[in-house]
């Protein structure tokens, strides 16, 4: 148990090394968030001061998927998302901001995940419009 939690947090940094050779403007936010071992997230998660990581989740990741969670989940943080919230739906804001920060990797020259959220429609927008969007959407739907 303690030899594979090991690995897991092997595997994080060597990620978090990676994303701070690729995108060396990134380097100080990525060593400055903490790392958290936490199945209960189900992916990784990020509240400003720490990434959260499934390890299960994250093993089961390629090396280039490893790097661009890392990545997402600073871009977050250097967007202010956890700030920026207000009293919107946790979730439905979470969306909105990850169709924004996967945009950027991909212009970034990220392959995406197929796992994540991208849409063109949300192309020149900014999160809170993409939030509005998404709300409306999901009210039509009912909710």
């Known amino acids: 148990m303690i030899t594979k939690k090991l ?3 092997d595997m994080i940094y060597r990620a978090r ?3 701070m050779l690729m995108e060396p403007f990134f380097s100080f936010l990525v060593m400055k968030l903490g ?3 936490d199945e209960r997230v189900g992916t990784a998660a990020v509240d400003g001061k720490k990434i959260t990581y499934s390890m299960n989740f994250f093993s089961s ?3 280039d998927e490893q790097v661009f969670v890392v990545l997402h989940e600073t871009l977050h943080v250097l967007l202010k998302h956890h700030l920026r919230r ?3 739906k946790p979730n439905l804001w979470n969306m909105a901001c990850d169709y924004i920060i996967n945009a950027k990797a991909k212009k970034f020259g990220y392959k995406l995940p197929s796992i994540v959220l991208f849409s063109k429609r949300f192309d020149g927008m900014c999160e809170e ?3 509005d969007i998404l709300e409306q959407e999901a009210e ?3 909710g």
């Open 7 to 9: 690995e897991g947090i």
């Open 129 to 131: 419009q993409v939030y």
């Open 61 to 63: 990741l390629s090396v």
């Open 35 to 37: 790392i958290e071992i």
């Open 140 to 142: 039509g739907a009912g």
């Open 17 to 19: 090394a990676r994303v």
């Open 86 to 88: 207000g009293k919107r």
